[in-house]
């Protein structure tokens, strides 16, 4: 059984930076492509950021291009997404996922396993 934990989520106020670690459990983390998805209060889950599986493919949402970096340690079994210049609108409950394939995707529903979030808020 795959599961994925979210940590590092906090308050934190706008132009400050968060780092955000999902731990993986199971022995082939590195086989898989992840991501990175979020949903603010009375919103849809969105995408935030993926990364495939060596790592060396990443692709991110507009609102958030320039400003988060995802990336993996496939040692670790852990992914993380650095944000910086965070803003208002950043606020929201952060989910990290995995898919059953190895190349990226912005499409929630083709991830299979999701971990539980971590809220993020950022305050003015």
């Known amino acids: 059984q795959v599961q994925l934990v979210e940590s590092g989520g906090g308050l934190v106020q706008a132009g400050g930076s968060l780092r955000l670690s999902c731990a993986a459990s199971g022995r082939t983390f590195g086989n898989y492509a992840m991501g990175w998805f979020r949903q603010a209060p009375g919103k849809e889950r969105e995408f935030v950021a993926t990364?495939?599986?060596?790592?060396?493919?990443?692709t991110y949402a507009d609102s958030v291009k320039g400003r988060f970096t995802i990336s993996r340690d496939n040692v670790k079994n852990t992914m993380y997404l650095q944000m910086s210049s965070l803003k208002t609108e950043d606020t929201a409950v952060y989910y990290c996922?995995?898919?059953?394939?190895?190349?990226?995707?912005?499409?929630?529903?083709?991830?299979?396993?999701w971990g539980r979030g971590t809220q993020v808020t950022v305050s003015s």
């Open positions: 996922a995995r898919r059953l394939r190895s190349g990226t995707s912005r499409m929630a529903g083709e991830y299979e396993y």
């Open positions: 990364i495939n599986w060596t790592g060396g493919t990443t």
